[in-house]
């Protein structure tokens, strides 16, 4: 729970930021993704094993094997993003009404998103770019079989977030749950509030 919240806490100042700063924010995580390439990898050869020796299939193994290709295609899809105009505060509609009072719909960030996904490590950078994007926080919980590769990766987009322009209370707006357990769901359900 005090992980949500200070995710919360931060989400509130992401929500803020500039354009520029969360732009920022997304070229310094794509540059550490492709510093700490051989580290991620070192990460991922366990989760590859541990797979291969749970009789899991060909193709499952495949998605969630780790190349140095594909880092730098995740962190090209975080460039893809940078490039994308901000899409908070931009207006989706506006009327006015009868008495002439101009009323308009525009969007604004959601808060902290709960991510819940399975054994893909380039969902982890694809949801905190969008996210970050969004000015949304983001807790994330991988599936098991994909644990060290994201935490290998969110450790990166932290220390990326670390170095960028954003306000330094927004750096914790991306979280990570730090555990395989099952019980992590449950409270990720029950941290509704925040």
Known sequence: QNHVRRVDEASNSLAQASSSQKNDALAKVADQLRKETERILEANKTDVQRARSGDRSTAFVDRLRLNETRIDSMASDIEEIIALPDPVGGEDSSWV?????????????????????????????????L??????????????????????IYESIRRGLDESNLPPDATDAIGFVDTTDREAVGDMLEASDH
């Open 131 to 152: 996210c970050i994007k969004s000015g949304n926080g983001a807790y994330l919980k991988g599936g098991s079989d994909a644990f060290d590769s994201n935490k290998a």
């Open 97 to 129: 009404r009868p008495n002439g009072l101009r009323v308009s719909r525009r969007r604004i960030p959601l808060g902290v998103i709960g991510m819940i996904y399975e054994a893909r490590p380039n969902v982890t950078t694809d949801a905190t770019a």
